[in-house]
Structures are given as C-alpha cells and as structure tokens.
C-alpha cells in the first residue's frame, strides 16, 4: 500500500503544475494500492478551491469520497 499526500493528488489534478505529466502517467502505471487520509483530501480540496479551480476540486471530491482513486483513511471519526 502506499500513501499519497496532498501535493501528488494537487499535481495529479492540475494539468498546468509542473509535476502533472510524470504524476499522472505514474498514477495510470501504479497497480498497488493507494491510502490517504481526510486531511489530505481536506488540504488539497482546500488548494485547488484557493488556486481559483472549483471544477477540479469538485471532479477531486468525488473522486476521493466514492474511494476511486484510493482506500480514505479517516484520521478521527465522526460520531453517528
């Protein structure tokens, strides 16, 4: 399993970062499973909504809440 942070999924959804390309070909090669936690969707949410991209963080947030691109790993529970 491997972790991605929040500057991979950053430069995973934004075509213009300098990173896109080698990220994304490296994402479409990967066959191990991938973890990230709330607060790395939480942050890089938050950096594409400050970087001016609300598209790229809506298509990001549905992406990472049905878990398609990686398990989500929930750093404190909500209580039900």
């Known amino acids: 399993m491997i972790f991605v942070d929040t ?3 950053f ?3 934004v075509p213009d970062d ?5 990220l994304k070909a490296w994402f479409a090669a990967n066959s ?12 890089t949410l938050t950096l594409l909504m400050a ?5 790229l963080a809506i298509e990001a947030g549905l992406q990472f ?3 398609s691109l990686a398990q989500l790993h ?4 909500f209580s039900d």
Not at 18 to 22: D, E, V, W
Not at 51 to 55: A, G, L, M, S
């Open 74 to 77: 929930f750093l404190t529970r």
């Open 32 to 43: 191990e499973p991938l973890l990230t936690t709330d607060d790395c969707v939480d942050e």
């Open 11 to 13: 430069a995973r959804f």
């Open 65 to 67: 809440f049905s878990e």
């Open 7 to 9: 500057g991979a999924w």
């Open 18 to 22: 300098p990173h896109h390309a080698r």
């Open 51 to 55: 970087r001016k991209r609300p598209k």
